[in-house]
């Protein structure tokens, strides 16, 4: 059964840091790129970052750039988010998903965890 | 970032009528879309890819069409668990975008 599982989430104070893990089981994860999608309270996903499967090829959304890096150890089939410098509007779900089908550039997320919450609050 | 706007925000139907949702991009993107069910609580749920083609173990009553800047999905026939918000992303570009949601309620 392919599945992803977020932790890290939390409560963390403006301008603090925070590192999200995804682990991935019951696929190959070194085959796969894979991205960071996050969700704020009633609102659509957004796309936060993504990298290639041998962690090389990094993208980011223009919000989040600067701030959050994302890293991935195929050994341990694990994909990381550090995000540093958190703002208010960080405050979201934050879910890992595989890259599925593409265009060459991105793909759909065929795949998706279970989402971890992170709350940014003073 | 190319933008992805998504139409009506919401729609009220009764079981067996068929839905229709539109999705409209800022550029063109062919066919490079995507849409996604997503219930409450939970993580959205990948439907259909390259604007048409269904994924594997999706019913035959969802079917998606277009390229260049506007699409659709369409429910053939609505059933109580169908209830959800439906978005639409494109992928053309190295930075996808998601639609802002369609919450299809049943009446």
């Known amino acids: 059964q392919m599945q992803l599982v977020e932790s890290g989430g939390g409560v963390v104070q403006p301008g603090r840091s925070l590192t999200l893990a995804c682990v991935a089981s019951?696929?190959?994860?070194?085959?796969?790129?894979m991205h960071w999608v996050r969700q704020a309270p009633g609102k659509g996903p957004e796309w936060v970052a993504g990298?290639?499967?041998?962690?090389?090829?990094?993208h980011y959304a223009d919000s989040v750039k600067g701030r959050f890096t994302v890293s991935r150890d195929n050994s341990k089939k694990t994909m990381y988010l550090q995000m540093n410098n958190l703002r208010i509007e960080d405050m979201a779900i934050y879910y890992c998903a595989r890259e599925g089908y593409g265009s060459g550039r991105c793909g759909v997320f065929d795949i998706w965890g279970q989402g971890t919450v992170v709350t940014v609050s003073s | 970032d190319i933008q992805m706007t998504q139409s009506p925000s919401t729609l009220s139907a009764s079981v067996g009528d068929r839905v229709t949702i539109s999705c409209r991009a800022s550029?063109?993107?062919?066919?490079?879309l995507a849409w996604y069910q997503q219930k409450p609580g939970k993580a959205p749920k990948f439907l259909i890819y390259e604007a048409s083609t269904l994924e594997k173990g999706v019913s035959s009553r969802f079917s998606g069409s277009g390229s260049g800047t506007e699409f659709t999905l369409t429910i053939s026939s609505l059933q109580p668990d169908d209830s959800a918000t439906y978005y639409c992303?494109?992928?053309?570009?190295?930075?996808?975008?998601f639609g802002q949601g369609t919450t299809v309620e049943i009446k």
């Open positions: 019951g696929f190959m994860f070194t085959n796969s790129p």
């Open positions: 990298l290639g499967n041998d962690g090389r090829d990094k």
């Open positions: 550029e063109s993107i062919s066919s490079w």
């Open positions: 992303q494109q992928y053309n570009s190295y930075s996808p975008t």
